[in-house]
């Protein structure tokens, strides 16, 4: 069966393909297991930019790619210049949705989608699309007033991966790791104040660590360097450490504020810069304790349990808000709930209390298994079946 994926990766100068965490969760890791379980299939990407049939020489490749295809599948958007081509052709296609399209005010990409008419655009590709594959139960919901060809195929890790098996760095302290993205600022903020009172904290002080990853400046071409007012990352790290006059190490605060690097682990706060998406996992193996809040929002509700899988995959215990769409996975038995106590609170109870975080850490890797790509394969396999040509 041949399939071709139609995603938003890019390349680099060099030509090499740049993978973006959607892309690699979604559509680059689900079919290369898809491939390793099921050699009948034959998958072949190509970039979203092929698809603006801007051209006769762009429209001839198109058509001559879409025909030798028993399946078509998108990421997040079928370009509307190609839907009446695809119907055509008679190639069935479907479109992968992994978040809502309606973003909430405080967003740094809204803006961006608001300017480029995203949300019409993605409900006028759900219309389309002879199916559409979400993470959640939840957002399916708001899939299914479109399009009733919707189907739950959840995020996952590959247990078979190398990058996600856990080897975890030793340290003095215990440490507690902040890996959502620039895009969950207003998310993160909501414990800036608490983690500033952690760092006031004697226990937290000398047996404790924030670990922030994924510090970064926005490169040229990043989508969201257009629409972005400040550099996040910093800001993070600023109201984190009220701008590091928390940290007690004068070093370490001139190494922090030019960039420099310094890699004394023995500190109260840790700055990791961003990896390359097939070398993220490893950032597990810096800290404890993962801490991924979330406010409640409708925007939110619709996203994944992914940073639970995240963690529990690499042995790690987890700090989550106990909000949707986490309550689809949380319990008080495999994570700590951070709308019951704040990071201050459950930070020094776990420094003081260890094995709390083994045990939390041992259930939600139970508790994640379900979650393993290669036990997802399987409907991944009956639904392409199901549309092929």
Known sequence: MRILLVTQLSKNDEGDIVYHGVEYHRMTKPHAVLERHFPEYILTATNMQEFNLDNDVKIDFVTKLVKEQDLVLFNREIPSNCIELLNEIGVPYGLDLDD????????????????????EKTENSIRNAHFIIVTTP??????????????????????????????????????FGFTQGSTHFEDIKTLFSSTKRALKDWEFRTKGQLVLC?????????????WRKVNVP???????????????????VIALQNF????????PYRRILAKPV??????YDEFD????????????SCKSELKMLEAGFKGCAVMVSHVKPYTLLATNKNSFDLCKNTFREIAVKLIKNPNLVKDSA????????????????????????????
């Not at 006059?245 to 370490?252: F, G, R, T, V």
């Not at 420099?260 to 500190?267: C, V």
């Open 100 to 119: 809502y399209w309606y973003l909430p005010g405080h967003h740094e990409l809204r803006e961006h989608y608001d300017h480029f008419n995203i949300p």
């Open 138 to 175: 939840i957002l399916a919901e708001k899939v299914q007033p479109f399009n009733n060809n919707v189907y739950v195929i959840e995020n996952g890790i590959d247990s078979q991966d190398e990058v996600w098996q856990p080897r975890k760095v030793e340290s003095p302290r215990m440490r």
């Open 214 to 226: 994924g510090f970064q400046e926005p490169k040229e071409g990043d989508i969201a360097r257009q």
């Open 234 to 252: 910093q800001g993070i790290e600023c109201l984190m450490t009220d701008s590091h006059s928390l940290l007690p190490n004068l070093n370490h």
């Open 260 to 267: 420099q690097p310094f890699n004394d682990l023995n500190e």
């Open 278 to 283: 097939l070398e993220f996992a490893k950032v």
């Open 289 to 300: 304790v993962s801490v991924a809040p979330l406010k409640v929002n409708t925007f939110n």
């Open 362 to 389: 041992s259930q939600l890797r139970e508790d994640v298994d379900r979650y393993d790509l290669n036990k997802l394969v399987s409907k991944r396999n009956e639904l392409y079946k199901k549309y092929k040509k």
